[in-house]
Structures are given as C-alpha cells and as structure tokens.
C-alpha cells in the first residue's frame, strides 16, 4: 500500500520511523522545515532523506503545488499525524482509501491545542485517543478505533506527552 505520510511534531518522526522500521511503503513526506506554532516541531526530512524517501517543506498542505507533489507519488492512503492544520477536500481527491489520522482526544471534545492538557484544567476523569479516516464520501467518518483511559495520576499524563 503507497503511504504519503504528513506530520511536523515529535510524534510524528517516532512514528515515521517505525513505519520505516516496518518496512511500509511511504512514497512521500510533507513536512514543516520550521514552525512557531508546534513547541515539539520537527523537521521530518532528515528521517525521510536516511531511507531515501522524497520530502517536501509543505507550508501549505492545501497549495497547489503540494497537491501536485502529492499527486506524483500516488498514494492509496494518506496518514495525517501530527499536522497542526485543516486539510481541504482536494487533498481526500489524491487518495482512493482516503485520509488516516490521530488525535489524542475524543473527537468531539477538546477541540483545539493541547487537548490532554485541557482535560487535566477541565478536571475530566477520562478522555480518549482516537484514529479516524477521512473519506470522499465523509469529511470525518466516526472513528475507527478510540481508546478511552482513566486519569489515574496526573503524572501519567505528563508521561504520555513526552512519548
């Protein structure tokens, strides 16, 4: 299965490079050369350069020419970890299976930053991490697997963050 992989936080590289490590077939990489925005941002070129996968410096997922790019490596699936902004249909359109992402909340709750840090300030007793996928036919189709978890300690959450 051809993967584009899309992502720009530390979480993102760890789980690049286990996709690497198991050998799945990633055509390409976009990536953030720099970021403000992210305080974990990383470049994910490097990772991608050491096995010899094309990257692009995509700061704008939704631009042309990072749709064309995407487009060239034609992918079967895009997976969509640690981006912090909107995709936009046209990109859903460069992929038959569609768009595959993380989001370590419920769907529906915490929208925004930091949504684990604002489960501890709203004092929830649980909260979820959840893989979704994005389709041609739905935007954002109900997740596909979501793990809900008790806040046991506080220093656990604090632990996670730094995975």
């Known amino acids: 299965m051809r993967i584009v992989f899309i992502g720009a936080v530390a979480y993102s590289a760890n789980t690049l490079r286990k996709l690497i490590a198991m050998q799945a077939e990633i055509v390409g990489v976009c990536t953030l ?83 684990l840090i604002w489960a501890l300030v709203l004092g929830l007793s649980e909260t979820a991490s959840t893989f979704f996928l994005w389709t041609k036919v739905l935007i954002v189709e109900t997740s596909f697997r979501s793990r809900r978890f008790q806040f046991l300690i506080k220093m656990m959450l604090v632990a996670c963050m730094n995975l």
């Open 33 to 115: 050369s720099k970021s403000s925005f992210n305080s974990d941002h990383t470049d994910l070129t490097p990772i991608a350069n050491l096995a010899w996968i094309p990257a692009i410096d995509a700061i704008d997922i939704n631009a042309q020419e990072t749709l064309c790019a995407i487009n060239e490596w034609k992918p079967d699936v895009i997976f969509f970890f640690g981006w912090s902004r909107l995709i936009k249909r046209p990109l859903l359109d460069l992929t038959p299976l569609g768009v595959i992402g993380f989001r370590p909340a419920a769907l529906t709750a915490n929208r925004g930053r930091h949504p």
